[in-house]
């Protein structure tokens, strides 16, 4: 059985969930009451004051989608067969077994502009980044330089190529 702690931390990044009771997926906005535990079950209630159970002994509801720039998934894999029944994948992200979900970086291709206003870059996931810091265009920044970064928007990109021209 999840403690209440356990289940907050799982469900922080959450914005939509799939109730374990009904099986309807809704937006996780908890009302003031938040999470609360009742018996066995953990639930939220939702701003419409339904109750959503998050958690049963120890199954967790399915979280069908996360906050923006939080984490993110994809299915990779090659497709075996199984069994001879042929791959499938339905919409509540049942599979084959044939695929792999795996986490994706929500930022990878957004810019970002330095703590210290000295630059843009381009977030790739790798050690190194490319952008312009200190006015030079450069491929290999070190990934370092985005630490304390703020996302920008693709008119502070266009205005910054434009600067740096």
Same mark, same amino acid.
């Given at each position: $059985?999840?403690?209440? &702690? +356990? ?7 959450? &914005? ?21 535990r009742l ?38 894999? +090659? ?9 499938? $994948?339905? /919409? ?10 795996v986490e ?9 502009? @330095? ?11 790798? /050690?190194?980044? /490319?952008?312009?810091? +200190?006015?030079?265009?450069? @491929? ?15 008119? +502070?990109?266009?205005? $910054? ?5």
């Amino acid at each position: $059985m999840h403690s209440l &702690e +356990e289940v907050q931390e799982h469900f922080k990044n959450a &914005e939509k969930v799939r109730c374990l009771s009904d099986g309807i997926i809704y937006d996780f906005k908890p009302d003031e009451i938040g999470i609360y535990r009742l018996y066995d079950v953990i639930w939220f209630k939702t701003l419409d004051d339904i109750d959503v159970a998050l958690s049963y002994h120890n199954q967790l509801a399915e979280i069908v989608s996360y906050k923006s720039d939080s984490k993110k998934y994809k299915y990779v894999g +090659e497709c075996n067969g199984n069994d001879g029944n042929g791959c499938f $994948m339905d /919409s509540c992200g049942h599979d084959c077994g044939c695929f792999k979900k795996v986490e994706v970086d929500a930022n990878i291709g957004k810019w970002f502009i @330095t703590k210290d206003k000295a630059g843009i870059l381009k977030w790739n996931s790798g /050690s190194y980044t /490319s952008g312009f810091f +200190e006015g030079k265009w450069g @491929t290999n920044w070190v990934f370092s330089y985005l630490d304390g970064a703020t996302l920008i928007t693709d008119n +502070e990109v266009i205005n $910054m190529f434009i600067k740096y021209k």
